[in-house]
């Protein structure tokens, strides 16, 4: 499959493990994408990336993957494991790779391991109106979360991301049965 105008082919990317000296591109690919998901999200909070010991932890149990075309890195995803669920933190593709299945391919790759694994779920925090957010993880199977049904860790989550500024309202959990 094609990927559009921008020379991303599908057939090309490769998803694999990254690497620690992958860090600092993580980090730009994530300040890229803030800006669409600010932007589409309304908020004006100030552009973050994921510090290097989460980037690390998730390295570490092998849950930190790249998306990658002819040696350029285009996206990544990380994941980490609560109890016995892949909790996903963070997918983030570059903006000039959005909309063409890389960041589908992350998460689906993201998935497969959390089967791998046994793991029972899936579980993320993320906003529930972009397009790109909750109404795309309900087409891949996700379902949002409501009240008790939200594992305390998540609750806690959202209630940080509150804190830092997000709209409570706009905030979901949601799971996905691994």
Known sequence: MSLAANGVDATMVTIRAARQDEFARLAEIELDAFAVWAQACGTSLEPSVAPDHLLQESLDHELLLVAEEGGRLLGFSLGLVVDDDLY??????????????????????????????????ALLTTDRHVPFNAPFYTKLGFCILEGADTPVFLRKRLQKQIESGLDAERRVGMRLIL
């Open 88 to 121: 996903l933190v963070e997918i983030d593709v570059e903006r000039a790779a959005q909309g063409k299945g890389v960041g589908r391919s992350l998460m689906l790759a993201l998935l497969e391991e959390g089967r791998k694994r046994g793991l029972t779920s």
